[in-house]
């Protein structure tokens, strides 16, 4: 054995199932924060078990088929498409995921990624033939995620998140930054 294949077998059996484990842990447990209202906190509750629900289903409805463990590595052939798609995708759920995290939708992405990243590694690990795909397509998802991660350091800008709320947030903080002003303008029509 040389050390590209050494490489390539800790890459395929340290690296990738540790990403989708890692991602799965996350889904499970770090979402949603401490802080975040009940509602939030109990639609992220029922996300996770929904997810574990739609993974359990996957599992059940491959009984039929002989799964099997294997080292044998697939030949890896680079899919630029699928690996570019899936970065952009990754790209488009972290902005989804900024502008949602406070809000009771955030049961849905995590269904979602519960329920993907649970299917993806059972996959990864019992279903040979889809290893190829799942290693570019998740390659690309972390790829997209990072550089939004690069690109947004500080999360969505108040601009996008406001045209992305349909201007509530912008109202929200015009009527809270706007009280004072009012307060004052009262009072000195009140002293006229």
Known sequence: MNIGE????????????????????????????????SRVRTAAQAGKWAGLIIFVIYVISLRSRTLTFSFRAPNYDFMFWPTALAALAGLMVSGVFDFLRSTRFIGFLVLTIVS??????????????????????????????????????????????????????????ERIHSEPAIREDRKAHAHE
């Open 6 to 37: 050494i490489i390539l077998s800790a890459i395929e059996w340290a690296v990738v199932p540790l990403v989708l484990a890692g991602i799965l842990i996350y889904g499970l447990f770090g979402i949603p924060e401490e802080s975040a209202p």
């Open 116 to 173: 993907a990243t649970a299917i993806s590694l059972y996959s990864y690990l019992f279903i040979r033939t889809v290893r190829n795909d799942l290693v570019f397509m998740l390659l690309g998802l972390v790829l997209g995620i990072l550089l939004y991660e690069i690109i947004f350091p500080e999360g969505l800008p108040d601009s996008w998140a406001r045209a992305l709320s349909g201007f509530r947030a912008s109202a929200e903080r």
